[in-house]
């Protein structure tokens, strides 16, 4: 195997490890959403606990070293959308 081949396989390496990072983010962002919806649905959990748990998982994502990360930038905007059907149910 030649160096070339090597980097190549590393980068198969890391993109399958930023897509199983990626996957890994969506899946517990959607298992806390639907988990605090059910909660809210039963009068478990109240508005402001609902918000404070949109505002301790949002807080991480407004940290100035993700400002300009459109990636970051999406996964606030989906976990805006979300908690908004948490909050204020539809």
């Known amino acids: 195997m030649d160096v ?8 198969s390496v890391a993109t399958s490890l930023i897509d199983a ?3 890994a983010e969506v899946s517990a962002i959607n ?17 402001s606990e609902a918000s404070a748990m949109y505002e301790s998982m949002s807080l991480p994502l407004g940290l100035t070293k993700y400002a300009g990360n459109p990636h970051v930038q999406d996964i ?6 979300l908690f908004a059907t948490v909050v204020h149910p539809r």
Not at 4 to 11: A, T
Not at 76 to 81: E, F, P, Y
């Open 4 to 11: 070339s081949e090597m980097d190549g396989d590393l980068s």
């Open 21 to 23: 990072h990626e996957a």
């Open 31 to 47: 298992g806390i959403v639907s988990l605090a919806n059910i909660l809210r649905v039963r009068g478990i959990l109240t508005d």
């Open 76 to 81: 606030q905007s989906n976990l805006d959308q």
